[in-house]
């Protein structure tokens, strides 16, 4: 099975900024603890192989999944963040304001996102489903885990369940979250969406 992580809080997630591929922004305290959790969930899943976005905070969440699995992490760039293009950095509240509901747009595939400089869905479903194809060949009946972003894992989650543009802007991957799809007969099954550690069932994301 394929197990998604979202990486754990990290900076951009308190400030509501659109990091995007920007480095040094790191996991808080509260990711850290958060990783560690999910580190703890994935022990008895008999992961065989680990792979992360190379963004420093999906790393920083690897390296925690990779003590606890005792399986040694790679990093591919198929896994990585959207490049937000013009709205890197640029505070949630700002882009409402100035472009209306920009992440609706981009799950509809409007134009203004590209204008922009903003990776559009289309790209990103095309490689993670390169990457998805890739450890399936690879992993052939072996638990996969792969360490990546919010859109990544809807970009999967949205092609198995058939989501529109509106259901894909409400869902929200919770950070530090497991999403997990099976593989049979060239058929994927979500098994698992936005589990967490026990203690975090009252969060609101």
Do not use: W
Request: hydrophobic share 40%; with cysteine.
């Amino acid at each position: 099975m394929i197990i998604f992580l979202r990486h754990a809080q990290a900076e951009n997630n308190t400030k509501k900024i659109l990091a995007g591929r920007t480095p040094g922004i790191n996991l808080t305290d509260d990711g850290k603890k958060q990783a560690e959790q999910a580190g703890k969930m994935l022990e008895s899943l008999n992961v065989s192989a680990i792979y992360s976005s190379p963004i420093d905070r999906a790393v920083q969440t690897a390296e925690v999944a990779s003590k606890h699995c005792n399986v040694e992490y790679k990093t591919d760039d198929r896994l990585i963040e959207l490049d937000m293009g013009q709205f890197t950095l640029m505070p949630y509240q700002e882009i409402f304001k100035k472009h209306g509901n920009v992440f609706l747009k981009f799950y509809e595939g409007s134009s203004e996102v590209s204008e922009n400089g903003v990776e559009t869905f289309a790209e990103v479903k095309k490689r993670v489903n390169d990457m998805v194809d890739y450890v399936i060949s690879k992993h052939k009946n072996e638990n996969v885990v792969l360490v990546t972003h919010m859109d990544p894992i809807k970009a999967m989650i949205g092609q198995v369940l058939k989501l529109k543009p509106e259901v894909l802007f409400d869902l929200i991957i919770a950070n530090a979250s497991l999403s997990i799809i099976k593989n049979h007969d060239q058929n994927f099954y979500l098994t698992a969406i936005n589990a967490v550690y026990p203690e975090r069932f009252n969060e609101s994301f």
